[in-house]
């Protein structure tokens, strides 16, 4: 059965020794950020820093491991990859709460409705102020009112205003820029913490924008998900949700939003954003609020977006090219710029066509390897290995330039507007030449399998 909610989530970190409690007073001013750091460093566990001054508890690193993703979908590493594959083909539509929802226990509005008394934390010290980083937003297309989850930063300007980044390719930033065409000056939004871990890794599954993502999410739950009208603006939120916060983005004004540490480990500079006032802060009683540190990978967002990433990009290529076997897009890379493949090749150049297809994906790789299925793509030794002895750079190493630039990447001039701003990007044909004889590998049949008593007797 899915968790019901994000406390029963907690209760299963708890209980597998991945969620420790912090008793002692921490400062939300880079304190946070340092214990988050250090626990994600060495794999450690989630943090609840329950005296942070405020009257919420803040529960950071929820998504910092790969085992705690295994958590999140009651599954094992052998067996995640198909459940994920699974759930996307069969989505569920979601239902509306019947009684009063969880996520509406405490609803404050006008001057009660303050940002201020949430223990929203600076990470880094060139950090423009508080930032939101867990938060879901929830989102609808004005056109077709469709609505959509996605991750998106929120910087805290006051007791009730907040500015963000919206990409102009992601969907929350495309409806901005629908509703400005259509005349709007107010668009309506909401973010939310402390949900089904679910929804949280839904946000990074990569959908055609006319997908319902409460309806992918109902399907990797594999059960559909409950929701609630908003009180102040026209939306469906989840209705455990631990804290909601309801917005109107102003379509006629910008403020000057950042720096921000993050998922590319350098900072963004500040650049004018748009401005969100707040309409409605409701919560659950005793709720919970949530941390998420970014920075240089791997943090705690990129194994957020990893596994989904995997699946999702895998689902996509293997329409076109049957063959494909396996996909890897390492936290090295901020899981999006860089991407390896294995292929059994049907026909000359078909490495070649997957880099390419690879390349026109929304998640903008700027670098794109494939290499033979004999290659375990989740060991960066095994794909170097492939790199260093089957490629000619000559004949194996394309350079497509004018492409669109990744996000926040900073190697592209940032004076570029979002929208205009473009790169070039690496493919690397690291398979071996097809229909051609190549050099026999040089390994020891059986060593695996290889009775070894005195070498399993040191390792027990």
């Given at each position: 059965?899915?968790?019901?909610?994000?406390?029963?989530f907690l209760d299963a970190?708890?209980a597998?020794?991945?969620?420790?409690?912090?008793?002692r007073p921490?400062e939300l001013?880079?304190?946070?950020?340092?214990?988050?750091r250090?626990?994600?460093?060495?794999?450690?566990?989630a943090?609840?820093f329950?005296n942070?001054?405020?009257a919420?508890?803040?529960?950071?690193?929820?998504?910092?491991?790969?085992?705690?993703a295994l958590?999140?979908?009651e599954s094992?590493?052998?067996?995640?990859?198909?459940?994920?594959?699974?759930g996307?083909?069969?989505?569920?539509?979601?239902?509306m709460?019947?009684?009063?929802?969880?996520?509406?226990?405490?609803?404050?509005?006008?001057?009660?409705?303050?940002?201020?008394?949430?223990p929203?934390?600076t990470y880094s010290?060139d950090?423009?102020?508080p930032?939101?980083?867990?938060?879901?937003v929830?989102?609808?297309d004005?056109?077709?009112?469709?609505?959509?989850?996605?991750?998106?930063?929120f910087q805290?300007?006051?007791?009730?205003?907040?500015?963000?980044?919206?990409?102009p390719?992601h969907?929350?930033?495309?409806?901005?820029?629908?509703?400005?065409k259509?005349?709007m000056?107010r668009?309506?939004?909401?973010?939310v913490f402390g949900?089904d871990?679910?929804?949280?890794?839904?946000?990074?599954?990569q959908v055609?924008?006319?997908?319902?993502?409460y309806?992918?999410?109902?399907?990797?739950?594999?059960a559909?998900v409950?929701?609630v009208?908003?009180r102040?603006?026209?939306?469906d939120v989840?209705a455990?949700?631990?804290?909601?916060?309801?917005?109107?983005v102003d379509?006629?004004?910008d403020?000057l939003?950042?720096?921000?540490?993050?998922?590319t480990?350098y900072?963004?500079p500040?650049?004018?954003?748009p401005?969100?006032?707040?309409?409605?802060i409701?919560?659950?009683?005793?709720?919970?609020c949530?941390?998420?540190?970014?920075?240089?990978?791997?943090?705690?967002n990129?194994?957020l977006?990893?596994?989904?990433?995997?699946?999702s990009f895998?689902?996509?290529?293997?329409?076109?090219f049957?063959t494909?076997h396996s996909?890897?897009?390492p936290?090295?890379?901020?899981v999006?710029?860089?991407?390896v493949?294995?292929l059994?090749?049907?026909?000359?150049?078909e490495?070649?066509h997957?880099?390419l297809?690879?390349?026109?994906?929304?998640?903008?790789?700027k670098?794109?390897?494939v290499v033979?299925?004999d290659?375990?793509?989740?060991?960066s030794?095994?794909?170097?290995?492939?790199v260093a002895?089957r490629?000619?750079?000559r004949?194996d190493?394309?350079?497509?330039d004018?492409?669109?630039?990744?996000?926040?990447?900073?190697?592209?001039?940032?004076?570029?507007?979002l929208?205009a701003r473009?790169?070039?990007?690496?493919?690397?044909?690291?398979?071996?030449?097809?229909?051609?004889e190549?050099?026999?590998?040089?390994?020891?049949?059986?060593w695996?399998?290889y009775?070894?008593?005195?070498?399993r007797?040191?390792?027990?």
């Open positions: 059965m899915p968790y019901a909610d994000f406390r029963a970190l708890r597998h020794g991945e969620l420790i409690d912090i008793e921490v001013y880079l304190e946070i950020g340092k214990a988050l250090q626990t994600a460093a060495i794999g450690g566990p943090l609840n329950k942070n001054g405020t919420f508890p803040l529960v950071g690193g929820l998504y910092n491991t790969r085992a705690k958590l999140a979908f094992t590493e052998a067996a995640v990859f198909d459940k994920i594959l699974s996307l083909a069969k989505p569920i539509a979601p239902v709460t019947t009684g009063k929802a969880p996520a509406h226990d405490v609803v404050l509005t006008g001057a009660d409705a303050d940002l201020t008394k949430l929203i934390p010290p950090d423009g102020g930032f939101i980083t867990p938060g879901i929830v989102s609808r004005p056109e077709t009112g469709v609505p959509d989850l996605g991750h998106y930063r805290i300007m006051n007791a009730g205003e907040m500015s963000f980044l919206a990409q390719f969907r929350f930033g495309k409806h901005i820029v629908k509703a400005r259509m005349g000056t668009y309506p939004a909401a973010v949900v871990p679910i929804l949280a890794y839904t946000c990074t599954i055609p924008d006319g997908t319902n993502d309806e992918i999410a109902g399907g990797l739950r594999g559909p409950e929701l009208h908003a102040t603006v026209d939306l989840p455990h949700s631990e804290i909601v916060i309801e917005f109107e379509l006629t004004k403020v939003e950042g720096p921000l540490g993050e998922y480990g900072y963004t500040s650049s004018m954003k401005l969100a006032r707040v309409t409605a409701t919560h659950r009683t005793g709720a919970y949530q941390a998420l540190l970014t920075g240089i990978p791997p943090t705690e990129h194994i977006k990893q596994l989904p990433f995997e699946a895998f689902q996509m290529m293997k329409k076109t049957p494909l996909v890897s897009i936290p090295s890379g901020g999006s710029f860089s991407i493949m294995s059994a090749q049907r026909y000359a150049g490495a070649r997957a880099i297809a690879a390349m026109s994906t929304n998640l903008r790789p670098i794109v390897t033979d299925t290659i375990n793509v989740q060991s030794a095994e794909v170097e290995w492939a002895f490629v000619q750079p004949r190493v394309i350079i497509v004018d492409l669109p630039a990744g996000p926040l990447d900073p190697s592209v001039d940032d004076s570029v507007p929208e473009t790169g070039s990007a690496i493919g690397i044909d690291a398979t071996r030449p097809f229909g051609q190549f050099q026999k590998v040089a390994d020891v049949p059986g695996q399998e009775d070894f008593p005195e070498l007797a040191r390792h027990t």
